[in-house]
Structures are given as structure tokens and as C-alpha cells.
T-cell receptor, first 112, second 111 residues
Framework: NAGVTQTPKFRVLKTGQSMTLLCAQD?????MYWYRQDPGMGLRLIHY???????AKGEVPDGYNVSRLKKQNFLLGLESAAPSQTSVYFC???????????FGPGTRLLVL | GQNIDQPTEMTATEGAIVQINCTYQ??????LFWYQQHAGEAPTFLSY??LDGLEEKGRFSSFLSRSKGYSYLLLKELQMKDSASYLC????????????WGAGTKLIIKP
């Protein structure tokens, strides 16, 4: 099993450009999450999903959109990137909401 | 508000024992996680405490006191590979998905 995978691993964007981050899991987990991690701060939840076709806002959702068309995939979109979105983005999944979360390797995004 | 406090950085010597503390103030409590994160990598699960007391798992142990809003991670027989950040995360009572994360403690192991 690959667990949780993320693509791309690293990306540089110019302000105003758009992109999509892909997360895939092969553990048949219901819950999936997108976090951002910034220096000196804890992981912050951007959006999450409790199952195929459902998404919900987390702590810091502004500037991001998500979709979960298939159970194994969770996409994070940036419609118009801003320098404040420079961060490391982690996807995670869990069997249920109260279960342990398993993380992907992360995507490092730099917005110039 | 909800808050988790951990020391920013700690240094310890190879072969020694180190204790990393975590204090929390959340809207109720429904469990506390410890994760390990090596530089440039993903967080990986270490332990989960929901009841008071000590949980031992090999060289790593985790302790919880719900009445004090306090937990610690104890690492014994430190190895160089233990150099990493250690993240504390709390699940508030009313949530079935949300975790409140601390900023992490960077542990540096010296020979």
C-alpha cells in the first residue's frame, strides 16, 4: 500500500496563477483533510471531507476550494495564488473522524 | 479560546532521556495525540491518550493528566534518529474530526 500520496512535491507560482494539488489514499478511508504548515505555527485545517461528494470548511478556508469526486482522491485548488499562501501543504486521511490521521509527504508551494 | 503550548526547542544527549511537555486549553477534551515529524517529511503517529496515566510503547511513553490539561512524551535511550519535531494535538470534546495542533517541539540530539 502506498498510503497517502501527494502531487506535486514542489511548485513555484506567480501571484494570481492557479493550481490544483492532488491527494490520493489507498486505505479506503472515509475522512480526508487538507492542512497547511507554517513556521512557528501548528498545522491548520483548510478543508476536510467526511466522504465522497462532501466537503466542509476548516479553520483557514479562504482562498482555497476542494473537491472529492472519488473516495480515494481529495483535490485542493488555489484559484488566484497570493504570497500569503506560500506554505507546506499536507493531506491526511483517517478511517473515521475519531481515528488516527495518516499524512502524505507534503507539497511545498512558493508564491512569488 | 483553544490553545496548546509546547517548548519550541530542546536539546538532549544520545543515550539519555528527555521529556517533552504539552499543556492545553480546549473546549472539552476527547483525546490527545503525539506525532513525530522529521525535517522535510510528513508527521507520523506516535501515541494516543484518552484516559489519565502512562502509555508505554517501546522507548517512547506518553502521559496524560486531564485534570491538569497536561501531557508529556518521554523518550528513553535517545538515538540520533530521534532528532525531529514532536507535535502535540488535542481533539476537542464536541468534534468528531477536528484536531487542535501545537506548534511542535524541535528536539536536537547531540552525540
Amino acid at each position: 500500500n502506498a498510503g497517502v500520496t501527494q502531487t506535486p512535491k514542489f511548485r513555484v507560482l506567480k501571484t494570481g496563477q492557479s493550481m490544483t494539488l492532488l491527494c490520493a489514499q489507498d486505505m479506503n478511508h472515509e475522512y480526508m483533510y487538507w492542512y497547511r504548515q507554517d513556521p512557528g505555527m501548528g498545522l491548520r485545517l483548510i478543508h476536510y471531507s467526511v466522504g465522497e461528494g462532501t466537503t466542509a470548511k476548516g479553520e483557514v478556508p479562504d482562498g482555497y476550494n476542494v473537491s472529492r469526486l472519488k473516495k480515494q482522491n481529495f483535490l485542493l485548488g488555489l484559484e488566484s495564488a497570493a504570497p500569503s499562501q506560500t506554505s507546506v501543504y499536507f493531506c491526511a486521511s483517517s478511517l473515521a473522524g475519531v481515528e488516527t490521521q495518516y499524512f502524505g509527504p507534503g507539497t511545498r508551494l512558493l508564491v512569488l | 479560546g483553544q490553545n496548546i503550548d509546547q517548548p519550541t526547542e530542546m536539546t538532549a544527549t544520545e543515550g539519555a532521556i528527555v521529556q517533552i511537555n504539552c499543556t492545553y486549553q480546549t473546549s472539552g477534551f476527547n483525546g490527545l495525540f503525539w506525532y513525530q515529524q522529521h525535517a522535510g517529511e510528513a508527521p507520523t503517529f506516535l501515541s494516543y491518550n484518552v484516559l489519565d496515566g502512562l502509555e508505554e510503547k517501546g522507548r517512547f511513553s506518553s502521559f496524560l493528566s486531564r485534570s491538569k490539561g497536561y501531557s508529556y512524551l518521554l523518550l528513553k535511550e535517545l538515538q540520533m534518529k530521534d532528532s525531529a519535531s514532536y507535535l502535540c494535538a488535542v481533539r476537542p470534546l464536541a468534534s468528531n474530526y477536528q484536531l487542535i495542533w501545537g506548534a511542535g517541539t524541535k528536539l536536537i540530539i547531540k552525540p
